[in-house]
């Protein structure tokens, strides 16, 4: 694909700042917090608090911008080679949700890429508060593109989000409350333990501009069926409360169907019945050819 006349792909510079945070902030999900410079930094040197070891992985981004023979810029990508399985990823892209826009950069991506097969949206960015995959209805025009470029979507997460504090859940009783230092997020462990063993735990991260995350909840098989799980989703929306988030945010894995061992039935109803929302459906994707 030609770009038109006027228009031109180059290195994201410097001076491209304002307007790509422009960009991405015109795309920012309810939940989510304003990205910032340093996160963007962050993402252009191919760091991320997030899913830190898989950046840690993959050879130093490309950034591109989009811009007219005016200068303004109006679309940008950054992808990466992860040299140990030779695979390209498209890391993050921003269009405005215009069609061109975004047909222009996935190809760039693309021919840059090849003969690799390529991933997109596939690991948490710098410029999120943990989005690992692209939220395909409030990024239609984008996931319809990368469908056009030969990219097969796969349905991975829900996003939800709810208001703080919760009113009406439960507490559980006798939580220890410690740190979390192995996720890399400065985030807080919930344990309740039943002798030396723990039977359900919880993580959350702490606020971002009044938005904290529940990265974790799981209660044992064999402790199932004992309000364990909605009394310790009531602690740790009352921690993340007390720490000054206003708001909360968590990522479902429910891609698998149910009855499976993996089946997210129970957990959606548990959500559900606390104040979340669903905000979007998150998508990622390979394209092999």
Request: hydrophobic share 45%; proline share 8%.
């Amino acid at each position: 694909m030609s770009t038109p006349l006027g228009v031109s792909l180059r290195p994201y510079t410097p001076a491209d700042q304002t307007a790509v945070l422009r960009l991405i902030n015109a795309d920012r999900l309810p939940g989510q917090p304003p990205t910032t410079p340093a996160m963007l930094n962050q993402a252009l040197e191919g760091r991320s608090p997030v899913d830190a070891q898989w950046w840690a992985a993959l050879d130093p981004p490309t950034t591109e911008v989009i811009v007219e023979d005016t200068g303004a810029v109006f679309g940008v990508v950054s992808y990466a080679v992860h040299p140990k399985d030779d695979t390209g990823l498209i890391l993050w892209l921003h269009c405005g949700e215009a069609a061109r826009t975004a047909d222009m950069l996935i190809h760039r991506a693309v021919a840059a890429l090849a003969p690799r097969p390529v991933q997109a949206f596939q690991i948490a960015s710098a410029l999120s508060l943990g989005l690992e995959a692209l939220p395909v209805r409030n990024r239609a025009v984008t996931d319809e593109a990368l469908r056009r470029a030969g990219f097969t979507g796969e349905r991975l997460w829900r996003y939800l989000r709810a208001a703080l504090p919760a009113p009406g859940l439960p507490h559980a009783a006798h939580v220890h409350i410690g740190p979390a230092d192995d996720t890399g997020k400065n985030a807080r462990r919930l344990e309740i333990r039943n002798g030396p063993d723990v039977v359900a735990e919880a993580v959350v991260g702490p606020p971002v501009h009044g938005i904290g995350v529940l990265w974790w909840i799981e209660v044992a098989a064999s402790a199932r069926g004992q309000g364990l799980g909605r009394a310790l989703l009531g602690s740790a929306l009352d921690v993340l409360a007390g720490l000054g988030a206003t708001e909360v945010i968590l990522y479902v894995d429910d891609d698998a169907p149910a009855g499976d061992d993996r089946d997210r039935t129970a957990a959606n109803r548990l959500y559900a019945s606390a104040g979340f929302i669903e905000i979007d459906r998150l998508h990622s994707y390979t394209r092999t050819h």
